[in-house]
């Protein structure tokens, strides 16, 4: 878990008794240049995405790519969440959103229980093979999926969950689980074994302890891993687009289908609003809780 | 009367490392039982095994008559005392005292005025609403306290309760469990690393060293009849005096010679026939050192020695001289006029002397 | 009986994942494997055939093409990640006032959908509308920006696409990184009279060396899976310009129905990313265990 703490001093402050120090002052201004710039290198796609979503199809044809629109129009909005086209269905995007959603939801919060639970036993209850099983659900969290997309796409199928979305939850279940019990884990494991100990001591049973004791201390993990399972399930592609069909597919791979349909007039407009769209729930969080998303970003790097 | 805790022949093996070894204790009702040891000597492993948190690998262990040796810590009717306090973080420090009880069933009035009790006891009863994060050291240890207290069970265990707190509170909560044991009359074992904790608290002390079980006694015993070099060497501050000497029978009495840091000898004479190897470690405590007239009765030897370093500390002064090649310390009272460079006529109480075997460490007297 | 389940109840508890790592990892790579010594085509067939499927790769072009991109992709993305996060952690370490709002604004894009990224930057880059016409349009008649389209340029436009998107959290890696150096040694180092930049570069940056290993796993991890960008910015295309060896797993398993061409891809997918995280993680795990 990593904080951003107070910046080191070395920068240091130009002494007052010097007078002003040109040099410091002009690296200074060089610094936030730099740093100005770089800003406007990150904020640019947004900006473009937003304000073509807000042009009319003339307007972006005859106009230029970073100019700010003459006349805002929400056609293009309306257009995407409810009329343009992925293949053959031209319900827009609404249909695919709520098939994220309803996809997400579930499968955030069982993987989350299941990993709470996991790494309760693994800090603090340990047994022989513990570790070892630990191990093996941490390599888990590396192997490239195309590994076991072919095997999948039969499971389902023996399972009868092909093209489904419970389907797609039983997936994002199953290969979230790594994750999300690394990060219970690392986090029980601060947790001094002493605390368990005395609740046995006291009567408390397995359940009790983790009910009483543990999931109360909870919440900071609990948001930083809810936060990482719904970006990482929202904004998922290769699952979707392999085990999804018409009807059932995620938001990204019906923004992917309007993006890439090779049919009628490229409405750019309205694939930059269908991109914002699909986009607004990962940004909302990260905007709301960017302290816990940055945690789960490092947590889920700095390993072990 | 039944012992109420008793150990019999405890192994305890991590794998193939012997962690505890034929450990064999027992204990009466109201005792105070203090293990004491340096760290890694399996002393809070023998507790845990006590509590029923490690599972002892041979042996029995039972509690109030009861075999406890395949009990789990819920049902030993036991309360524990951490080092850490592990006071439940969420909890507010009523929830914390009665949360045994509440796991347990017992009824809400019960909790209520168990919890009145030993708030008024622990003198805590401004602090019960609040966490635990926002009580001092000292104020966490009474919690810890309290919480074992409310149980009212068998057996009360300490593991190392004070090592967390500042020098002057350790002592202040020193005494106030030495008060609550004698006012409760409860059975308590308690583990520390600290001599001075082992010798004021305990009414029997178990010195453990590597696993093993060095010597079992009151603290007087084990204080002046140490059973090896080991527990002469632990127990007490400053540590007892451990010098290389040779002996020989002389008639109705034992001569030990020692040797001076210039090289010459002094002799002093025992008067008790002993059966000794030539070649022993003579040890004395401090105490039984003292300056030449401060001190009389039929063993008190006299010799001149050469004082290297005086140490006033108050209420004594210590000295050093080095006799048979060690750095030997001697108690005097604090108006001594012992000077450093120079000579001193030093009075030796060889009626307080241990003898060891300089190979086994074992003692011979 | 209630011992023996109060004993067994954390193994119990723990069980359930286990199993589902075990087949839907564990078993599932076993699968894969398997039918990679196959002659499976449209379905899998179970007879091992030896190494003929990875003889079909080794020879084929499209493969080819993929492994090269993957090199090139890989490096690129990774170098310039690495540089670029680097850079802003130390100049963000600066005491800037406006350190909170900049690092959100840096980081950002790692919330996005690597598929809304790549229609972000389709569109940036598109040569008719996009860069290219707008800065035509301040009268640089002759700039040309036509990555996207260019069979030879496409896969520098999948790079600056990864990169938008993840040197941001590189950043924020490398300054937590910055933060987490002992302030004392700092200190220490200014009474000393050592220049800032002398500071950082004998000081702080080799201090580091362990998040530099973990940002680069995390980098390497994510080239070699990337997928989904590269279908939404390029398709693969132009031709089979940007493909990469998960567009050509992806290919093989759901469009051409080449059963043993998608599992033996994948397994050199993976033996690619065991060969760099294995012995990372071996050693964390090592190191956590003592």
Known sequence: MTDFTQPHTQAGAPSAAKGINWTHLALRWLLFTLLGLFALFYLMPLFVMVTTSLKSLDEIRTGSLIALPREVTFDAWRTAWSGTCTGVQCEGLRPYFWNSVIMTVPAVILATMLGAMNGYVIAQWRFKGANLIFSLMLFGCFIPFQVVLLPMAR?????GLAGSIPGLIVVHVIYGIGFTTLFFRNYYVTIPAELTKAAKVDGAGFFRIFWSIFLPLSLPIVVVTVIWQFTNIWNDFLFGVSFSQAGTQPVTVALNNIVNSTTGVKEYNVDMAAAIIAALPTLLVYVVAGKYFIRGLTAGSVKG | MAPILDIKNLYKNYGAVEILKDINVAIEPGDFLVLVGPSGCGKSTLLNCIAGLEPITSGTLSIGGQDMTHVSPKDRDIAMVFQSYALYPTMSVAKNITFGMKVRGVDAATQERKLK???????????????????????????????????????FLFDEPLSNLDAKLRVEMRSEIKKLHQNLGATMVYVTHDQIEAMTLATKIVVLKGGVVQQIGTPAEIYNNPANLFVADFMGSPAMNLIPAKTRQNGSGTEVEISRGDGSAIVLKDSHSRDLPEDVILGLRPEDIAEAGFRAGQDVQQAQCMIEMVEPA?????????????????????????????????????GKVSYFAPGTGERLN | MTEWLERHTPKMVLAPSFVAILIFVYGFIFWTAWVSFTRSRLLPKYELKGTVQYERLMASPRWDTAMDNLFIFGTLFIVISMVLGLFLAILLDQKIRAEGALRTIYLYPMALSMIVTGTAWKWIMNPGLGIEATVRGWGFENFAFDWVVNPDRAIYAVVIAAVWQASGFVMALFLAGLRGVDEEIIKAAQVDGIPTWRIYSAIIIPSMAPIFLSAFIVLAHLAIKSFDLVIALTGGGPGYATDLPATYMYAMAFSRGDIGQAASSAMVMMGVVFAIVVPYLYSELRAKHD
């Open chain 2, 314 to 350: 108050g209420a004594d002064t210590f000295v050093v001289s080095e006799l048979g090649g060690k750095q030997v310390t001697a108690r005097l009272h604090a108006e001594t006029s012992a000077r450093a460079g120079a000579m001193l006529d030093l009075a030796f109480d060889l």
């Open chain 1, 155 to 159: 499971m389902l199928g023996i399972m």
């Open chain 2, 117 to 155: 009790e030993v708030a008024s006891q622990l003198q805590i009863e401004q602090l019960l609403h609040r966490r635990p994060g926002q009580l001092s050291g000292g104020q966490r240890q009474r919690v810890a306290m309290g919480r074992a207290l409310v149980r009212d069970p068998k057996l």
